[in-house]
């Protein structure tokens, strides 16, 4: 099973986004693909209508600190091959000095035959639910470091790597493979973006993708459907980004 966490420190850059809509890529390319929410806002939950099942029913915190099953949690989603495992608000709540850094893996472990891909949505924030993901990553896939080209586009990157780093000297693991996705990309550069866009290229000259994903205001229109853009309007240069990003993360052929 291949495993892709999309996570920055940073808030409003695209996390959920990313994470959404590449789950329903893999599926519509027939992946047998599982999203996990942990981020207490729920929102990649939302964008599936589930949030009050999960108030009532199972979700993530069954998974993490429960020992339930990968199976026992997952909810259909309305999309062909594709299962979301939803979060809720009292996430927040729960005490994380009780959670196991390889929950999360050994859950996937146990569920790697059932799946081909896996997409975890995180919250922004350097917590243990955090630390869950990126060792459920290390070694088996990537991380994704959504940024936005504004004055604050070093400080969630470097956060993040400080954080990634942490993972190989706490547990022994491989430092989890991680790669910068420019997002929120308007089609014509003001001087502040620009200087984003070399501070990135002075400092991860070499852990970029190349895929970008543009600014759409047809992102934010679909989001109040709760519907992905590459449902939403795929023809839209922001559903054919994602299209190129899933094909640069080898997630699919050419």
Not at 29 to 45: F, G
Not at 88 to 97: G, H, P, R, S
Not at 122 to 130: E, F, I, M, R
Not at 184 to 200: D, H, S
Request: aromatic letters at 8%; hydrophobic letters at 45%.
């Amino acid at each position: 099973m291949r495993v892709i966490t999309v996570n920055n420190f940073k808030g409003g850059v695209g996390k959920t986004t990313t994470a959404v809509n590449l789950a329903t890529l893999c599926a519509r390319h027939d992946k047998r693909t599982l999203l996990i929410d942990l981020d207490p806002q729920a929102s990649a939950t939302d964008y599936f209508g589930l949030y009050e099942q999960a108030e009532d029913g199972a979700n993530v915190i069954g998974l993490l600190y429960e020992g339930m099953t990968v199976s026992e949690m997952a909810y259909d989603s309305g999309t062909d091959n594709l299962r979301v495992i939803p979060a809720t608000l009292a996430l927040i709540n729960q005490n994380e000095l009780l959670l196991a850094e390889q929950s999360l893996r050994f859950a996937l472990d146990d569920a790697a035959g059932e799946y081909d891909v896996a997409i975890i949505d995180t919250a922004p924030s350097a917590k243990q639910l955090v630390l869950c993901a990126y060792v459920a990553t290390s070694g088996r896939g990537d991380v994704i470091i959504p940024v936005k080209l504004d004055s604050t586009v070093m400080r969630g990157t470097a956060s993040v790597v400080d954080s990634l780093r942490l993972v190989a000297t706490k547990l022994r693991l491989p430092v989890p493979s991680w790669r910068i996705l420019r997002t929120c990309v308007p089609g014509r550069m003001t001087n502040a973006e620009a200087v984003g866009e070399a501070i990135l290229d002075r400092f991860f000259p070499d852990q970029q993708f190349r895929t970008v994903i543009h600014k759409s205001a047809k992102v934010k229109e679909g989001s109040w459907e709760w519907k992905p853009i590459v449902e939403f309007m795929p023809g839209n240069r922001a559903a054919v980004d994602y299209e190129n990003l899933g094909r640069e993360l080898g997630l699919w052929d050419e």
